[in-house]
């Protein structure tokens, strides 16, 4: 499976973003797998921001976005999302998505399957 995230770039602080993974390649379909949504700001370690399970019925959330993004899939298009609204300048970092669950929900080390990442600046 090869993931490739998409739709990042450079906001103002309040400004919107949505993010897309699109999932490719042989195996398993995609919608059979749980997916993640995971960053890395400069100087830390990757965190979770979000996760939902291959039916797209259960999501989990890190609290630092909670009420501000959106995580959905679109099994059909083998892609899934991660709509941010009310961005901060804490949010930058670069975005990856995740896919596969080996682990817990929000454990960095909990997917089998890892796309490139995509960049999020948000200016003040």
């Known amino acids: 499976v090869q993931l490739q995230a998409s739709g990042g770039g450079l906001v103002q602080a309040g400004d919107s973003l949505r993010l897309s993974c699109l999932a490719s390649?042989?195996?398993?379909?995609?919608?059979?797998?749980?997916m993640g949504w995971f960053r890395q700001a400069p100087g830390k370690d990757r965190e979770f921001v979000a996760a939902i399970s291959w039916g797209g019925g259960s999501t989990y959330y890190a609290d630092s976005v909670k009420g501000r993004f959106t995580i959905s899939r679109e099994n059909a298009k083998n892609t899934a999302y991660l709509q941010m609204n009310s961005l901060k300048p804490e949010d930058t970092a670069i975005y990856y998505c995740?896919?596969?669950?080996?682990?817990?929900?929000?454990?960095?080390?909990?997917?089998?399957?890892w796309g490139r990442g995509t960049l999020v600046t948000v200016s003040s």
């Open positions: 995740a896919a596969r669950r080996i682990g817990g929900y929000t454990d960095v080390r909990g997917y089998r399957y």
């Open positions: 390649g042989s195996g398993r379909p995609i919608s059979t797998h749980d």
